[in-house]
Nanobody, 123 residues
Framework: QVQLVESGGGLVQAGGSLRLSCGAS????????MGWLRQAPGNEREFVAAISSSGSTTYYADSVKGRFTISRDNAKNMVYLQMSSLKPEDTAVYYCAANWGAVVTKSSRYDYWGQGTQVTVSS
């Protein structure tokens, strides 16, 4: 099992930057692919970014490509989401998630979830 805890959310002005962190428990963290997903009020949870277990491959939603960067440090059991050029439409609760096997973008395919961290971007 993997337990995930996100941090780093907050209030930022449009155009600003924020880095989210996700700490994982367990000795098998390096075997899991990791993802960031988000959910705005009234919307379904949507894929943001994913990274393979080794960190060699990354995937991004078109809406964040070029602005967000996902990375991981397997030695520290950490995954990060660096967000730049933030827009009001990026406002959401951001979740860290883990899955075994192939890297996935559908939220239903993730096995473990954190509690989420709120990101609010003011215009």
């Amino acid at each position: 099992q993997v337990q995930l805890v996100e941090s780093g959310g907050g209030l930022v002005q449009a155009g600003g930057s924020l880095r989210l962190s996700c700490g994982a428990s367990g000795r098998t963290f390096s075997r899991y692919n990791m993802g960031w997903l988000r959910q705005a009020p009234g919307n379904e949870r949507e894929f943001v970014a994913a990274i393979s277990s080794s960190g060699s491959t990354t995937y991004y939603a078109d809406s964040v490509k070029g602005r967000f960067t996902i990375s991981r440090d397997n030695a520290k059991n950490m995954v990060y989401l660096q967000m730049s050029s933030l827009k009001p439409e990026d406002t959401a609760v951001y979740y860290c998630a883990a899955n075994w096997g192939a890297v996935v973008t559908k939220s239903s395919r993730y096995d473990y979830w954190g509690q989420g961290t709120q990101v609010t971007v003011s215009s």
